[in-house]
Structure formats: structure tokens, C-alpha cells
């Protein structure tokens, strides 16, 4: 929408360019999305619950073993909302 | 701190869902094939960059670095050496059974070399990618953007080749693991012509066609039931035995020669873990070991001591090192982005609706191109045929545009028939010229009658399938390479040797040997007798009795501790020697002594043991209380 309005409105050329910060960007770039407290979001990480938040790092990065058939059909249907979410057409 | 915003978030929640993405997109774009046409999306993305490129078999190589750099920067915003680790496997032939790259250069070894560098190698795809990309520019396949929208690439690739099958894939996501093992590609396609003629075939007819697993490097594979529900469930496994060759040296002296050794196993560690074996003791009778692997192919070879039972010290390397492997098949890979396990026939049965799809597409892409050349054809015709009130009118016009609005209203033409006639050269003015039109006008006629006539029939369509399977199979079929044992499910060393009778002399100072019976031929009246075995000066022959082969020997010592061996792991030996010492061929200690010895068949239930010690304690034990010769040594 707002591209369209820009692409409409000026006579340049508009562009859209992503970056994820792994170098990619230049310093001012850096500046005024992440760096500059006029303009950035800032996500505080909150630590409520120290013994679920251990849980979880453990469930989730500790050591795996392959799930059975159980798991994995829950795995499919985690999966089915996660695409949904991301890409509602392409489901 | 005018106008930040801070958004507290749950270290939890945050920690999930960070994670949920990660898993997920591992999931789906990265480690697990896709059913259809069997491709991880690295691979995909590499062999339509090599598409774009132009680099068919048939044209010069060229360096892997613009291969890699070209996929990185339009497809692929991964590293460059997951991306040249990618290519330079799928042009490895011990690593893929169908290579699809084609290497000039070092691509690495099976003994775990790795390929030079990308700025070294050349690349090209192989032949059979071509059949692999074919029909792509017929919108055959959906395209989306790239990662940075700039370009588009296909989701997946029109394959004729099953290559899920054929090639098979390998690959570790989260939580979930995909193993599929290689095939035989004319089986395969036999596999696919039968499902289609019989939709409803069952798993056991379909192994009428695929026989098992083909993996590049040959060797053997075991385990009927274990294959068969793999293919049914997709989940199952077989072993893998390297295949190997008794060959005499010199009298007395054998060497054991392995030729193909099990897919997936690096040929210089294993050799290295048999020489750490021999050094530790836990291999014997090996004297030496040399690799002499050249280009003609795997030579690894391992001379034997004196005497040794070939069969035993094979099937001591099969049980301690590589030689053996277990292959878990696990056929997971994604249906519509979702991963599935899927049976032999449930791949099968989505290749074949997937290749209808794509015989639709094209026929349908064909048929839209032939329509359209019909109506400028059309056109034309009329134009030749009234080709002087044409000229006339092109005359007269001011403009070309005006020409074409003219034409337009004096023959009832469409804008696009009306620029085909304005494009038109004058040389299609002869006669030659003219009749070429005509006569492509009925051929696009019949062309178009025959692609309805695909597109209206199911059949037809099928057909269309089958041949073009066919055509895979003449083209890339080759022989099997790896050999199916059957029915060997609990496959021993016994299964190798035959079962005779063997005289065994056992010596007061404890040498132990054994001897064929038929060594000891009958005499006739008048024989001297002969020499059953020999001993030293202060030993004797303690005890001699006639075992068979598949025999246990239990040995008890004075430490109170039993062992076993059985009959064929006894040195064999000739009349007139004493043979081994039986501690070096127990795990021992030091000072224990054999003090009984029993031989036996089968360990049943209604038989004891009775042991009685010097100072009076007797007891009876059930035989099959020590029916687990597994272990090394236990106490009676």
C-alpha cells in the first residue's frame, strides 16, 4: 500500500530492500532502525519464571531424541497453523 | 527516550516461538525432500541455477564458483559452502547412485578426502538432469519469488526421474529425521508401470520389482522382513555387509579381500579401526592389513595367520568394526509441505500423480501456444489468398498503425493476425512459401485435435506416462549394484561353514586342537595306527573325543568361571601338532586353569550340570542356565 502510494506519488523509483543486520546494512542504516532511541523498539526480555523458563530451554535445545508417530503428527498439525500464520494463501 | 518504544516480552513465549519458527523452517526449507520431485530446496535451487546458467551436459564446463556464487546471490541466502558442499555431492558416484553433476576436478573420495576448493573445481550438470528440468519453461511448475523478490524460482522441479527413489536422501530436521536409501532406476520404473496398471497393488507384489535398496557402492544387504516393512510403513531396516573375497596365497596362508564396502562408510577410518583392533587383540589371525584401493576400483586386504579360520576372522570384522552396518530407513518427506511417512507405494503413487500433473500442464501449455499460432496461420492464409487487395491496402494506409486498423476492418482480422501480416516478410510471397503455410496450418490443425484428445482422456495421458518412464529406463537403467540376500534374517557364521564332525584332542597341559574325522581314515588289518596328535616331551593327550562344528565347548576353571567357544573358533589343525593353548584362546586370567570341559549341542531344559568342589559342595545347575554364550565368561 504504501509503496504503491510512493511508486504513484513520486517520480523515483521506490524500492524495497530487507536486511536482517548480519552486515548488510551501513552504519547510518543501522542507526536510525535499530540504534537511535528516537526510533527503535526495544524488546525487553523478562525472565517470571526462572524454573519454566529452564524447562523450556531444555525441552527445546537439550538433548532430542526422534518422537514417535504421536509426536509427529502433533508436530504436523503445529505446523499446518505456523504456515498458516505466515502465508495464510499458500495453505 | 522520546519516542522509544519498549515492548517487555516473556524470555518463555519468546524462547517458544523463536524456536517454533526455527524448527518449522528447517522443516520445510531445508533438510527434508519433497515427495514430488525428491529435491531438498538447496539442491533445487542449485540445479535450476546451473539451468539458468546454461550448463547442459553437452556444453563446456565451468568453474563451481559462479555456479555457487549464481545460486547464493539469486536463490539461496545461505552460506557458500553449504551450497558448494551441496553441488560437489551430487557430483560424488560413490555418494549418489545417479550423479546429477557433473565434476571436473577433485570432488573428493570415499576415504573422506574433501573436494578442492570451488575455485578449483568445474562443474556442469550431468545428463540425467535434463530430465530432471525438462518441460520447465511450459509452466509446468509454479513459480514464487525469490528472497528478495527481485527474481522468481520454481517450488519444485518437473521431474521425469523419480529421484526420491532413485538417489535417495538423507537429512536431519527438528525432532524428525528422513532416511531413504538409493534404488535401482529400471526398477523403479518397472515399480511405476506396475502401480499403474494396478492401482491397488500391494506392497509384496511391488517387491516383484524393486528388489531392495542400490546403493553406489554395491556391497550386500540382509534382512528380508525388516526391508519389507520399510517399504509397507516406512520405517524399517536392513544390514549392509561389505563384500568380500577368500583368496589362497601360499600354502597354508589365506587372505580375506573386501571389494565393496558399506554405503556411507569412509574407507580409510574403517581400514584405520581395523588396524586399531589388530593392535588392541580383540581381532586375531590377522598378520596384515594393506588398502590397495586403485582406480579400477576397492581392493582392501588382510592376510591371514596360520591356520585361521577365514569365516571366523570375517565374521569377527563383520561384528566389531564397519564392515557390517545397520541401514535405518526412514522414508519421511514432505507431502504439500507437510512431512509424511510415506510407504514404497505411497512415494510411487505421488510421483505418478504428480507426473499426470505435470503431462496436464504442458499439454495444456501446448495447446494454448498451438491455438494461438492457428489464428495467426489463419490469418495469414486469408491475407495470401487476397494478398493484392492486402498489398493495396498497406498502400494506401498513412501509417503502419493505420495499416493494421485497415486491414483489420476490410478482413475481419484480430490485432494480432493484422501485426502478423504487417511483420511478414516478402519472400513469403512464393509459391513455396505459401504452401509451407498451408501446409503448417493443418499440421497445428492436427496438433491441436491431438492435444484435446490427451487432455479429454485419462488414459491417453497415462500412456503418455508409462512411455515417458519407459524412456527413462533406456536411457539410465544400468545393472544392480548392490547384492539382495535373502532370507538370511539371522544370518550367523554357522550359515557359513558346513557341519562336520571334528576330532578334538585336548592335552593335559591344556593345548586344544581340532581335527576332520575323515583325516583318521579306517586301516585295514596289518595298520601300524597313526598319530593322532602330537605333544611334548611331559604332555600327554588328556582327553580326545568327536565334536561337530556347530558345537559348544564349555570350559570351567579353577576360578570357578565358565566360557565358551565354539567348535569352528577351535584352531583346525593337522594330525601330528598339538595345536593352541586354550588360555590364549579364553580371555583368562593369570593361573586360571581348564579344569572340565563339556560338549554341547543345544543347551535344553532337562538337562543339569553337576559341579563338585574339593571340599564336598556339590550342586546341579539347568542346562539352559548357561545357554548366553554371548558373553565373554560368567560364573557357574
Known sequence: MLIKRMRKERSTKVGISRYKGLGEMNPSQLWSTTMDPDSRTVRQVNLDDAMAADHMFSVLMGEMSRPGAASLKRTRNTLRTWMYNRHPAKV | MANERVIPINIEEELQNCYLDYSMSVIVSRALPDVRDGLKPVHRRILFGMHELGMQYNRPYKKSARIVGDVLGKY??????????????????????????????????????????????????????????????????????????????????????????????????????????????????DAIRATVENPDISTRELME??????????????????????????????TLRARANVEQMRANREQIVFTEIPYQINKSNLVERIADLVRN??????????????????????????????????????????????????????????????SLKGILQHFIDYRHNIIVRRTRFELDKAEARAHILEGLKVALDNIDEVIEIIKKSSSANNARLNLMERFEFSELQAQAILDMR????????????????????????????????????????????????????????????????????????????????????????????????????????????????????????????????????????VYWLKVHELPQAGRATRGRAIVNLLECEKDEKVRAFLNIREFTDNKFIIIATEKGTIKKTRLDAYSRPGAPASSP
Open chain 2, 281 to 342: 587383540k580383540v581381532l586375531e589371525g590377522i598378520s596384515d592389513l594393506r588398502d590397495e584401493s586403485d582406480k579400477e576400483g576397492i581392493r582392501v586386504v588382510i592376510e591371514l595367520k596360520k591356520d585361521f579360520e577365514p569365516q571366523v576372522v570375517l565374521n569377527n570384522l563383520y561384528k566389531h568394526t564397519n564392515l557390517q552396518t545397520t541401514f535405518g530407513i526412514n522414508m519421511l518427506a514432505l507431502v504439500n509441505g507437510i512431512p509424511q511417512v510415506l
Open chain 2, 76 to 189: 539461496h541466502p545461505h552460506g557458500d559452502s553449504s551450497v558448494y558442499n551441496a553441488m560437489a555431492r551430487l557430483a560424488q558416484d560413490f555418494a549418489m547412485r545417479y550423479c546429477v553433476v557433473d565434476g571436473q576436478g577433485n570432488f573428493g573420495s570415499i576415504d573422506g578426502d574433501s573436494p578442492a576448493a570451488m575455485r578449483y573445481t568445474e562443474a556442469r550438470m550431468a545428463r540425467i538432469a535434463e530430465d530432471i528440468l525438462a518441460d520447465i519453461d511450459k509452466e509446468t511448475v509454479d513459480f514464487v519469488p525469490n528472497f528478495d523478490d527481485s527474481l522468481t524460482e520454481p517450488l519444485v522441479l518437473p521431474s521425469r526421474v523419480p529421484y526420491l527413489l532413485v538417489n535417495g536422501a538423507t537429512g536431519i530436521a527438528v525432532g524428525m529425521a528422513t532416511n531413504i536409501p538409493p534404488h535401482n532406476i529400471g526398477e523403479i520404473c
Open chain 2, 426 to 561: 516478402l519472400q513469403k510471397l512464393t509459391g513455396l512459401e505459401r504452401e509451407k503455410i498451408v501446409q503448417e496450418y493443418i499440421d497445428v490443425l492436427k496438433q491441436i485435435e491431438r492435444l484435446k484428445f490427451i487432455l479429454d482422456n485419462r488414459s491417453e495421458r497415462m500412456k503418455i506416462l508409462l512411455d515417458e518412464t519407459r524412456e527413462i529406463t533406456k536411457k539410465y537403467s544400468d545393472e544392480r549394484r548392490t547384492e539382495m540376500i535373502e532370507d538370511a534374517e539371522d544370518f550367523s557364521v554357522e550359515d557359513m561353514i558346513a557341519d562336520e564332525e571334528m576330532a578334538i584332542t585336548i592335552t593335559h597341559n591344556g593345548f586344544i586342537k581340532r581335527t576332520p574325522v575323515n583325516v583318521y581314515r579306517a586301516q585295514r588289518r596289518g595298520g601300524v595306527g597313526k598319530r593322532g596328535a602330537s605333544a611334548r616331551d611331559d604332555d600327554f593327550i588328556e582327553n580326545l573325543f568327536i565334536a561337530s562344528t556347530h558345537d559348544y565347548l564349555m570350559f570351567f576353571t579353577n576360578f570357578g568361571k
Open chain 2, 209 to 238: 520389482h524393486v528388489t531392495g535398496p542400490d546403493f553406489p557402492t554395491g556391497a550386500l544387504a540382509y534382512g528380508a522382513s525388516g526391508l519389507f516393512s520399510a517399504y509397507d510403513t516406512g520405517h524399517g531396516k536392513i
